[in-house]
T-cell receptor, first 114, second 116 residues
Framework: DGGITQSPKYLFRKEGQNVTLSCEQN?????MYWYRQDPGQGLRLIYY???????QKGDIAEGYSVSREKKESFPLTVTSAQKNPTAFYLC?????????????FGPGTRLTVL | AQSVTQLGSHVSVSEGALVLLRCNYS??????LFWYVQYPNQGLQLLLK??????LVKGINGFEAEFKKSETSFHLTKPSAHMSDAAEYFC??????????????FGQGTRLTINP
């Protein structure tokens, strides 16, 4: 089955620690995205990538970093500089070329700072 | 910049009743609009999308939405609610293409509760 996997499902972090969230897709999509979801705020774009070895900041990139070394993988690192990292993180992917293309979402990772 | 407003953060209906979830958009160009559904602790799933081919769009699970340019609206409806429809629903507009990628702007979400 084609799809997007995210791991871990739940992640706990101590203050001052960096943590990395995994996102893998086997849909052969070029574009990948990271969103943060907070209650009552919808989804906000953190980073996106349209092609391997290229990525761009979204609306709330401060305190986060990404890499795109392989087409199928787009890991997100939440750094200690992120002041309020507790949230639900969603990874998505899509084909390129049209604004009406569907984005496919992974099941999410819930990050809690202790 | 394009934006989306969902009226009502919580909607509650009885099983078998009409479901109406409201979405208004702001866009300076003809928009591409989407409705996604999210079940608890899961990712988002596309319900339907408007791509200008037809103003009435039918989606999965019996949902449909009508694009009304004059009202800048894209409300989601379902004639008869089922218990399995309980979820959070997000309206989104496709913003400009960013170097080949697509930027979705999401509304705040509407949590739908179904009463037995």
């Amino acid at each position: 089955d084609g799809g997007i996997t995210q791991s871990p499902k739940y992640l706990f972090r101590k203050e001052g620690q960096n943590v990395t969230l995994s996102c893998e897709q086997n849909l052969n999509h070029d574009a990948m995205y990271w969103y943060r979801q907070d209650p009552g705020q919808g989804l906000r774009l953190i980073y996106y990538s349209q092609i391997v070895n290229d990525f761009q900041k979204g609306d709330i990139a401060e305190g986060y970093s990404v890499s795109r070394e392989k087409k199928e993988s787009f890991p997100l690192t939440v750094t200690s500089a992120q002041k309020n990292p507790t949230a639900f993180y969603l990874c998505a992917s899509s084909t390129r070329g049209h604004l009406y293309n569907e984005q496919f979402f992974g099941p999410g990772t819930r990050l809690t700072v202790l | 910049a394009q934006s989306v407003t969902q009226l009502g953060s919580h909607v509650s209906v009885s099983e078998g009743a009409l479901v109406l979830l409201r979405c208004n958009y702001s866009s300076s160009v003809p928009p591409y609009l989407f409705w996604y559904v999210q079940y608890p602790n899961q990712g988002l799933q596309l319900l339907l999308k408007y791509t200008s081919a037809a103003t009435l769009v039918k989606g999965i699970n019996g949902f449909e939405a009508e694009f009304k340019k004059s009202e800048t609206s894209f409300h989601l409806t379902k004639p008869s609610a089922h218990m399995s429809d309980a979820a959070e629903y997000f309206c989104a507009v496709s913003d400009r293409k960013i170097q080949g990628a697509q930027k979705l702007v999401f509304g705040q979400g509407t949590r739908l509760t179904i009463n037995p």
